[in-house]
């Protein structure tokens, strides 16, 4: 398991499964604000892989995160569109509803950034999210993470679109802030 200051990034346990989906992908302001497709159901025993984990897959690591005192499950987090060639990879993640706002996400973002910086050996991060998101935002730029630029209209979010914004932290910023 990784572990930060609050949170532990561990593999998704079998438990997780049923969970996740009730909480986090069955509601669809969440899917439709945390996701780039369109939200829709999700059927029991599926094996949509944002739940069931395909290791054979190289360009995804997700992670089932965990309070480190408790144990208990608070959500997910992601290290995906791996790219060997430029060394570069997507941050994702997201916390069950009652686990928002308590500083859970700011801890994950930096236990994403030691795996990818230090375990796999990347040189750059990325993270994109709506430019609205201020939690997310936050727990980015609590990390380090620059705002690099904005698309704007870019997601077509229940009923509008909204912009979006892309946050970057390299190897070296990284390194020179601990
Ligand atoms: C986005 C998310 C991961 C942030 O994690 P979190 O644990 O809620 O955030 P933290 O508690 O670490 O707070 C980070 C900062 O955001 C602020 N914040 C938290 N919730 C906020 C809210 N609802 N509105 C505005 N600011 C908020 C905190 O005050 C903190 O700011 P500070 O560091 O300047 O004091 C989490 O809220 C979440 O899972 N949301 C739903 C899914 C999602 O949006 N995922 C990201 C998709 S790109």
Redesign the pocket.
């Known amino acids: 398991m990784l572990k930060g200051g609050k949170v532990g990034l561990r593999a998704r346990h079998e438990d997780d499964i049923p969970v996740l989906r009730a909480e986090?992908y069955d509601d669809p302001v969440?899917g439709s604000?945390?996701e780039a497709r369109p939200w829709r159901p999700i059927t029991p025993g599926t094996k949509d892989p944002r739940l069931v984990v395909d290791d054979t897959v190289d360009s995804v690591v997700p992670f089932s995160v965990v309070d480190l005192d408790s144990g208990e499950l608070v959500?997910t987090a992601t290290l995906w569109g791996i790219d060997s060639h430029h060394r570069s990879a997507h941050i994702?993640?997201?916390?069950?509803?009652s686990?928002?706002?308590?500083?859970?996400?700011?801890?994950?973002?930096a236990v994403l950034c030691h795996y990818g910086f230090v375990v796999r050996g990347l040189q750059r991060l990325q993270?994109?999210?709506?430019a609205d998101?201020?939690?997310?935002?936050?727990?980015a730029?609590?990390n380090g993470f620059v705002r690099e630029g904005v698309l704007r209209s870019s997601a077509w979010v229940l009923g509008e679109f909204l912009d979006e914004v892309i946050l970057g932290l390299l190897v070296q910023e990284w390194k020179d802030r601990a």
Request: zero cysteines.
């Open positions: 986090l969440n604000r945390a959500g994702g993640l997201g916390l069950l509803p686990s928002r706002g308590k500083g859970y996400g700011t801890d994950v973002v993270i994109e999210t709506l998101n201020h939690a997310m935002l936050r727990a730029e609590n």
